[in-house]
């Protein structure tokens, strides 16, 4: 069996991976590093730029595919051709979005974080898109407790329901 070079022995494109790490370092909405303060920043571009030419045959080592180096460096050059994931982000026409957003009630502090990020994040860019109509946010609080709520729990729920508007807050006796 025949060693066949990688890509990353013959060619890397520093200057493109430079160029898009410091893009990447910049970005403020919609990437991973956003979602907290103290987020520990990863060089994701440069990583991934080497772990793919690690793992990519470099041309020269297909010389059936590419006999001149003129055809190995075009090949070099060329973008990696888009996958299936890749085009489901392009453009939807008359689309619909839905989605459903759950919350971890563990940690009742940080619930109001997780729906304001939530906000922030997608529902936001959603509700100012050019021609969105009929864009309906609904909070639909469900609990159970076995030993019941409490006289106090009770109160101040409704109370802070009525104040801000739900449509239906109530209460039930069940049997379990």
Known sequence: MSYKRKLIEVSLPLEVINRESAREKSIRHGHPSTLHLW???????????VLFAQLVDDPSSRP????????QQRERARPPKKTTAAAELQSVKNGRYRARFGVDTAKPDAM?????????EALRHIAAAEGAENVE???DIRAENSSGFGENVVRTVKE????LGFDVSEFEDVEW
């Open 137 to 139: 946010i609904v909070l």
């Open 112 to 120: 109001g974080e997780s729906v304001e990020q939530a906000i922030e």
């Open 39 to 49: 987020w520990a920043r990863r060089p994701l571009v440069g990583a991934r730029a």
């Open 160 to 163: 802070n329901s009525r104040v």
């Open 64 to 71: 059936e595919e590419f006999p001149t180096e003129d055809d």
